[in-house]
Nanobody, 121 residues
Framework: QVQLVESGGGLAQPGGSLRLSCAAS????????MSWVRQAPGKGLEWVSG????????YYADSVKGRFTISRDNAKNTLYLQMNSLKHEETALYYC??????????????WGQGTQVTVSS
């Protein structure tokens, strides 16, 4: 079955950096677009970033453009999210999700368990 395991979350200071990883198994990773979605306390779900199966195209929410970088290593079945210049309001549970856009945000059965990112001084 599809399994997505996130890691790399934790505590970062405002302006700091974290790198999230997502190890995928149970499906042909290299044939699927992948995404990162997040849910902050008391807020709705946000599609943060996406990447095509071959890495040829990416999407970033306006709020993270220029600060976050999504990437993937299809040989290692791993998705990444490099997060720089973190802000308080980006404290959230970050999920790795299979798919792109609505497909990624609506199909919770294809999410990992999430990794907590807390931005605080």
């Amino acid at each position: 079955q599809v399994q997505l395991v996130e890691s790399g979350g934790g505590l970062a200071q405002p302006g700091g950096s974290l790198r999230l990883s997502c190890a995928a198994s149970g499906f042909t990773f290299s044939t699927y677009a992948m995404s990162w979605v997040r849910q902050a306390p008391g807020k709705g779900l946000e599609w943060v970033s996406g990447i095509y199966s071959d890495g040829s195209d990416t999407y970033y929410a306006d709020s993270v453009k220029g600060r976050f970088t999504i990437s993937r290593d299809n040989a290692k079945n791993t998705l990444y999210l490099q997060m720089n210049s973190l802000k308080h309001e980006e404290t959230a549970l970050y999920y790795c999700a299979r798919g792109w856009g609505v497909t990624a945000t609506m199909q919770r059965k294809y999410w990992g368990q999430g990794t907590q990112v807390t931005v605080s001084s």
